[in-house]
């Protein structure tokens, strides 16, 4: 189905749900104020309904806003979002009851920092960009190019286990399968792994020596919940507030280790922080050790009891003496 | 890596009231020799033990930590120590992805009986700790 028609029905399902009154708000996309961006779009207008759109610019996970919204919420999830809603629901930060997951299959998201390299073009100077099954079609001074989706989809996306929600109410569209292909999956992670300890340790010192401690990773994170961070305590102080490498390095790493089982490697982490620190790196590192260890997934039951409250007698032994 | 002169290595112990620190009790009262480089505090239960304590403990200057708790099955609060489990398995593999050698996080079951696995634990702990030399991690002031 083509993103038209589900945005139809979108608009159509959100409209229905607020008239009888079955949701107080809908959270959902709209164009944004830069070219080809979408921004939140927040509402309990029935006639709002209409800037709900759908398109492979649809970036945010939407479901950060729902501990903060109250009463019932009709909300646009992706694949990897209806899972941050399962894991929300797990934490019992939400209740099943009150949401209504409007479930959009997910063909992967369009990368614009990608596409602007690959044209060595500004977005601004960009005609267009339609997707055609495996192909991107960018319209440049009314000329077309066409390149393969995979070289210009976010990275998470091409790694993406989950396209389709498998929890929702209504499904707009037909269920997606991944578009990965041959894509090699985390060849960055892999290739820090295979670099000796120290210069490991020397590439996070660098990366975490640009970082401002503006807290956007933090904020737009819909498994980062807690009413008050520990950054902010200040009896104890466990960080100081100014922005030095090593304790920028300490507030990534256990912010890393609070999401751990709930992360979903939606990548918003990275997307969101101003100094292009690979974020997803770390956020993805742990989504692996979850999975090796304890083989758990992020929200994909809404019934299994959440990874760090939960144990098997016999697991994970070997490292303790 | 360089070492200095008369070097010694700096663990700080967090130990589970109810078995590990009996057992590091047990090991004075029995006259067990011991390196003297760890430092202990006492905790409730080996699940109270935050990463955070960890790489503070680590970014405080000392080489390295370990967690002691009761046996599994052994817990006063039942699960505090699987839940222990889980975190510090993640915890240190994930520090060690970030650069951090593996043995300066330790973890052990000692129960409050064995006196003499808390010395040969303290020992083999310290032993590690001198290979791998002082804890230089977080000392680059840029």
Redesign the interface.
């Known amino acids: 189905m083509k993103n038209n028609e589900i945005q139809q029905r979108l608009r159509q399902e959100a409209k229905t749900l607020l008239e009888q009154g079955q949701v107080e708000y809908i959270v959902g996309y709209e164009t944004g104020s830069l070219k080809f961006t979408t921004t939140p779009l927040l509402t309990n207008n029935k006639d709002d309904t209409d800037r709900l759109i759908v398109n492979p610019f649809i970036v945010n996970n939407l479901s950060v806003y729902l501990t903060e919204l109250k009463g019932k919420i009709g909300i646009v999830a992706k694949g990897c979002d209806s899972r941050s809603v399962i894991s929300l629901i797990q934490d019992n930060k939400i209740a099943r009851e009150d949401i209504v997951i409007m479930g959009i299959p997910c063909p992967g998201l369009i990368d614009l920092k990608k596409v602007e390299l690959l044209l060595s073009k500004d977005r601004d100077e960009l005609g267009d960009i339609t997707r055609d099954e495996d192909r991107v079609v960018i319209k440049i001074d009314g000329k077309e190019k066409n390149f393969p989706i995979t070289e210009v989809l976010f990275d998470n996306c091409l790694e993406c286990e989950l396209p389709t929600p498998q929890e929702y109410d209504v499904l707009l569209g037909e269920p997606s399968t991944p578009t990965s292909g041959n894509v090699s999956k985390q060849t960055s992670i892999k290739e820090l792994e295979a670099t000796p300890r120290e210069e490991r340790w020397n590439f996070w010192k660098e990366e975490f020596s640009r970082c401002i401690r503006c807290y956007a990773c933090r904020n737009v994170c819909p498994a980062c919940f807690c009413q008050r961070c520990f950054v902010e305590e200040s009896e104890p102080q466990w960080v100081l507030p100014t922005p030095k490498w090593q304790d920028n390095l300490i507030f990534q790493v256990i912010r890393n280790i609070h999401v751990a089982g709930r992360c979903t490697d939606c990548g918003e982490c990275e997307r969101a922080c101003p100094m292009n620190i690979p974020l997803r790196s770390l956020a993805r590192k742990m989504y692996e050790i979850v999975d090796e260890l304890f083989q758990y997934k992020a929200g994909m039951d809404k019934n299994a009891l959440p990874l760090l409250t939960a144990y098997e007698p016999t697991e994970a032994e070997d490292f303790i003496r | 890596m360089k070492q200095e002169l008369g070097w010694k290595p700096k663990l700080l112990g967090f130990l589970c009231r109810w078995c590990s620190y009996a057992g590091a009790d047990l090991a004075g009262i029995s006259r067990k020799k011991y390196p003297a480089n760890i430092e202990v505090i006492r905790v409730p239960c080996s699940g109270r033990v935050d990463?955070?304590f960890i790489?503070?403990a680590l970014?405080l200057g000392f080489d390295g930590v370990l967690v002691s708790g009761c046996y599994?099955?052994d817990c006063h609060y039942q699960?505090g120590n699987?839940?222990a489990?889980?975190?510090?398995?993640?915890?240190?593999?994930?520090?060690?992805?970030?650069?951090?050698?593996?043995q300066r996080i330790?973890?052990?079951?000692v129960s409050a009986s064995e006196g003499g696995k808390f010395a040969e634990?303290v020992t083999?702990?310290t032993k590690e700790l001198k290979e791998i030399g002082p804890n230089q991690?977080?000392t680059?002031e840029?």
């Open positions: 990463p955070l790489i503070k970014r599994p099955g699960t699987y839940l489990r889980r975190r510090m398995a993640i915890t240190k593999k994930f520090l060690e992805y970030i650069g951090i050698e593996p330790q973890a052990s079951w634990v083999a702990v991690l977080f680059d840029k």
